[in-house]
């Protein structure tokens, strides 16, 4: 009898024991499911573009979209990463890089005529690789591909790789899924000068109004069908890993982000 009792109770606890295994195994698999989330969810709300009127393109009548971003030199100027206010402490994680703002994923619509307007305040050294110094797949106001970005209202097709501060280089994957889009547009860096005004005024707040002035670089694309897109800078503003790629560079919701066309 006893040695029936004992049986009974290690075939008890050996149930317990499995089913304390599969709670622990669920509850394991559902931590990593909400960190993995979590972690690939966007940092920051959607910036969508705006329609204003259409446009007469070569492919026809085209909405007209507008969206418009800054590039600064901090994230608490950019005002996508919390409050921008004077000695803020949760301006993001990473006081110091700089960023894009006030968002990083963009939305825009399919088959429309986009312009894109980047004001800029942040200074820059060398480009790695002088391809980025191009303007590449933007168009004219007819739709026409034109590798052409106005400049504080001038018209220019590439900088020279020691003047650029980043890049906006919007591409996807390779895919039989989706149109492709591919344009690239470096950006004027700030001069010594310039950084120093900027530097002085955002130690006294961070207002915008009291920036300097920055640099206006204005492009325009076309979008094709539906997609879901990447952008990021080729201009080396990272730590010294992988040649000043690190850090900053690969961190979605400062040099990185997304362009979904809905």
């Known amino acids: 009898m006893s040695g029936t009792t004992g049986t009974s109770m290690t075939a008890t606890k050996r149930t317990i024991s499995a089913i304390a295994s599969v709670a622990l195994g669920i509850a394991v698999v559902g931590a990593v499911g909400f960190t ?140 039989s899924t989706q149109d492709p889009l591919f344009v690239n547009v470096p950006l004027p860096k700030n001069t010594d000068e310039e950084m120093a005004t900027y530097n002085k005024k955002y130690s006294d707040s961070y207002d915008h109004s009291i920036l300097n002035k920055g640099h206006v670089v204005t492009f325009s694309f076309i979008t094709g069908g539906k997609g879901e897109y990447v952008w990021n800078c080729e201009y080396p503003c990272g730590d010294g890993t992988y040649q000043k790629f690190g850090a900053v560079m690969g961190q979605v919701g400062y040099m990185a982000g997304k362009v979904s066309v809905v």
């Open 36 to 175: 993995l989330h979590k972690v690939s969810a966007d940092p920051q709300k959607k910036l969508y573009a705006t329609t204003n009127g259409t446009v007469q393109t070569s492919q026809g009548v085209l909405p007209h979209q507008f969206i418009s971003l800054g590039v600064y030199a901090d994230p608490c100027n950019a005002g996508s990463h919390g409050a921008a206010t004077q000695g803020a402490t949760n301006c993001g994680s990473h006081p110091s890089w700089p960023s894009y703002g006030p968002s990083t994923h963009l939305v825009l619509k399919p088959h429309s005529y986009v312009t894109m307007t980047l004001t800029v305040y942040d200074s820059g050294e060398n480009l790695n690789n002088a391809y980025f110094g191009k303007v590449i797949g933007t168009v004219d106001a007819a739709g026409a591909v034109s590798n052409t970005a106005t400049y504080d209202g001038v018209a220019q097709t590439a900088l020279a790789p020691t003047d650029v501060e980043h890049t906006f280089t919007l591409h996807g994957l390779p895919t």
